[in-house]
Structures are given as structure tokens and as C-alpha cells.
């Protein structure tokens, strides 16, 4: 009986070692986007293809805290990964921030991700260094000014108290190269700050406007995009090493499919939110075309600034490269 006892219990012990931990993902995104439902049915599909041996628990809206929090839980091993956006993954590696370059691509969505598509296997690779591994890269979408004041140019904006993403370098370089006045915030702290009036203007895409409830406090949106911003599914690599290599193929198979899912869900989203912010009468502002040649000098300005600081020349060139495509 005793032998039979021992026997058993080695067995219980033995089945319970082999089930994997889950691997926890914050997120800022809320949850009821399409985005949001088509990772839960990622993660769903790759447990049931790992036959439960790969998990994902995601946390989503923020509840993790801001993408700086999350990307400090990871490294101490409270979270194992994230979803984030360029200016998360340009502190892992600076690098990818150069696809984030502001006037790149203005209205020409297709080129941007275009481009981000032929660039995802270098950046794939320079995240790999800093000891993350990449499931998905995708779009986010175009970025847009929203502002409570009406500005008509570039030039009128110098006076209109903007957000930056604190911490933000990317941001801070444009703003300073444009000579605008910048309000450095965490994200969380963005809807207050332009009730009260300390923000007047702010910028992101337009889903995450409305995500963020910040359609609520402007009046004006310019019609010109800022940038293209990106995003990527990371992991770190001790949590992926824990993977089999099995299981590896099957999550990045899996992965590969929803990120054409995600960056069409996305594309829609934001057109609907952009529809949905005409329907609310907030005012399309449009740029007088000359407008486009001044923004290019801020590009090259600010390129100047960045290059050899926050990426390298190599990933300039691969950027130029793509473009020339």
C-alpha cells in the first residue's frame, strides 16, 4: 500500500512539473477592440495547438500599469511580456523608432506598412540582442494632432501647449527641432491634463483618441498625420526559452496568421474612429500642400538630431532602402 501510495504521488508530481506556467502579457489597450479580441483568440488558439502547454494570460487596459511598468515587471520577472508600442520597443532597441521618424510617410498608410513589413526581420533581430523575442509586429496605425485650439499651419501651432510622451526622446527631438511647447506626461495623465488646460493638443491614432476618451476634451483634428506608429507582441527570451522548439513553430505559426488579422482590424478601427469623431463634429483641419515640404525640413532636422543616438545608420539605411522600394 505504501509502495502503491509513493507510486502515485511521484506521478501527480511528475504531471504537475511538466504543465508550463503561464506567460503573463500586459497591455494598455482595452479590452472590446478588435485588436483586443483577436489576441484573446491567438492565445486561445495556441493553447489548444500546445494542447495546454503554452498559455497566455494577457492583462489588459493598462491594469499592469503604464508600458514603462510592464516592460520593469518583465525584467524582473513579474511579467514575462508585452504588447507595446515604438516607444517601449525603442527602449529595448532604439532602432526600431527609426520607421517612427515623423513625416516619413504622411498620408500613404500602404507605403508605411509596406515598409514596416520589409524592415520586421532586422528590427526582429536587434530585439533579439537586448534579450526579447518578437512574436508580432504590426501596425498601430497613422498618428494625428488633436487640438482644442483651430491652428491652420505648422507655424501656428509653436504657440499651442502640446504632450509629450514622457521620457519619450523621439517626440521631444520633434517637438524641439519644431519649436513647439511641449508638456511632458505618463499617458494616464493625459485626459486630465486637457481638461484643466495644462495639455492643449495631443496626438496618437485614432483609435486610441477614443480609447483614450480624449475626443472629449478637442475640437480639431489635423488631416496630415504625424507618423506611422508601430507595435510588436514581445516576450522576453527566458520565458521563450522555456518554450520546446515544438511548441516554438507552433506559436509563431499561429502568431504570423493574426498579425495580417491585427493590422486589419486596426486599419478598421481607426477608420471607424476617424468616422465616428466626423459624426461627433469635431473639425478635419486640412494643410495647405506647401505644408508638406516643411514638414520634410523637421525630418531632416530631426534625423540629424537622432541618427548615431537613438538608432544607428545602419537601420537609417535599411529605412531609405525600403522607401526606395
Known amino acids: 500500500m505504501k509502495k502503491l501510495f509513493c507510486a502515485t504521488l511521484a506521478t501527480a508530481i511528475l504531471s504537475t512539473s511538466t504543465l508550463a506556467a503561464p506567460i503573463k502579457v500586459g497591455v494598455l489597450a482595452p479590452e472590446g477592440t478588435g485588436w483586443a479580441k483577436a489576441i484573446k483568440k491567438m492565445a486561445q488558439e495556441v493553447k489548444t495547438a500546445t494542447k495546454d502547454e503554452v498559455e497566455f494570460k494577457v492583462y489588459f487596459g493598462g491594469s499592469q500599469g503604464d508600458e514603462q511598468d510592464v516592460l520593469r515587471k518583465i525584467r524582473v520577472g513579474q511579467l514575462h511580456g508585452g504588447i507595446f508600442t515604438g516607444k517601449t520597443l525603442g527602449d529595448i532597441s532604439g532602432d526600431v523608432r527609426v520607421i517612427e521618424i515623423p513625416f516619413t510617410f504622411n498620408n500613404n498608410r500602404e507605403k508605411a506598412l509596406k515598409t514596416l513589413q520589409g524592415m520586421a526581420p532586422y528590427f526582429h533581430q536587434q530585439i533579439a540582442k537586448n534579450k526579447f523575442h518578437t512574436l508580432s509586429m504590426f501596425e498601430i496605425g497613422q498618428v494625428y494632432l488633436v487640438s482644442q485650439k483651430k491652428v491652420d499651419s505648422m507655424n501656428a ?31 494616464p495623465d493625459v485626459l486630465a491634463s486637457l481638461t484643466t488646460g495644462i495639455v492643449e493638443a495631443a496626438y496618437a491614432p485614432p483609435v486610441g483618441i477614443l480609447a483614450l476618451q480624449w475626443n472629449s476634451k478637442i475640437k480639431y483634428i489635423i488631416d496630415f498625420p504625424v507618423t506611422f506608429s508601430v507595435g510588436a507582441f514581445v516576450v522576453s527570451t527566458p520565458a521563450w526559452s522555456k518554450v520546446s522548439p515544438a511548441n516554438q513553430k507552433i506559436v509563431m505559426d499561429i502568431a504570423k496568421k493574426y ?58 539605411s535599411k529605412l531609405e532602402a525600403e522607401l526606395k522600394k
Open 259 to 316: 498579425e495580417g488579422e491585427i493590422n486589419s482590424l486596426n486599419a478598421k478601427d481607426n477608420a471607424d474612429a476617424l468616422s465616428a469623431m466626423k459624426a461627433q463634429k469635431i473639425e478635419f483641419i486640412k494643410f495647405p500642400e506647401a505644408e508638406v515640404k516643411v514638414a520634410q525640413g523637421y525630418r531632416a532636422e530631426i534625423i540629424k538630431r537622432l541618427k548615431g543616438k537613438m538608432f544607428s545608420a545602419e537601420a537609417l
Open 157 to 187: 501651432l509653436k504657440g499651442v501647449k502640446i504632450w509629450s510622451w514622457e521620457g519619450d526622446q523621439l517626440v521631444t527631438n520633434m517637438i524641439d527641432a519644431m519649436k513647439f511647447v511641449s508638456v511632458p506626461l505618463a499617458l
